[in-house]
Nanobody, 115 residues
């Protein structure tokens, strides 16, 4: 059974930082692409960042230069370091594991940026 478990969300002031973690089980982690998505109230889920099995990454334009995605294949974990957070980053953040024909999601973790 595939499980993706996110942690690290919370309330932070504008300009602050958070680090999200996602622990994966039930998959051969190293061959999967891993991503972070987010969904704000009343909006569609959107891609934040992805990291592929070879370590290459891509980011949404809105988070470039502020967020960094990384992975640890020994720990079966993917991380999202979020700096210079803005109120518009407020959303539920979801971990995603993907391969052609396979797509798995975590339950999400709330990030709220507010003073």
């Amino acid at each position: 059974q595939v499980q993706l478990v996110e942690s690290g969300g919370g309330l932070v002031q504008p300009g602050g930082s958070l680090r999200l973690s996602c622990s994966a089980s039930g998959i051969i982690f190293s061959i999967y692409g891993m991503g972070w998505y987010r969904q704000a109230p009343g909006k569609q889920r959107e891609l934040v960042a992805r990291i592929f099995g070879d370590g290459s990454t891509n980011y949404a334009d809105s988070v470039k230069g502020r967020f960094t995605i990384s992975r640890d294949n020994f720990k079966n974990a993917v991380y999202l370091q979020m700096n210079s957070l803005k109120p518009e980053d407020t959303a539920v953040y979801y971990c995603n594991a993907f391969l052609p024909g396979n797509n798995y999601w975590g339950q999400g973790t709330q990030v709220t940026v507010s003073s």
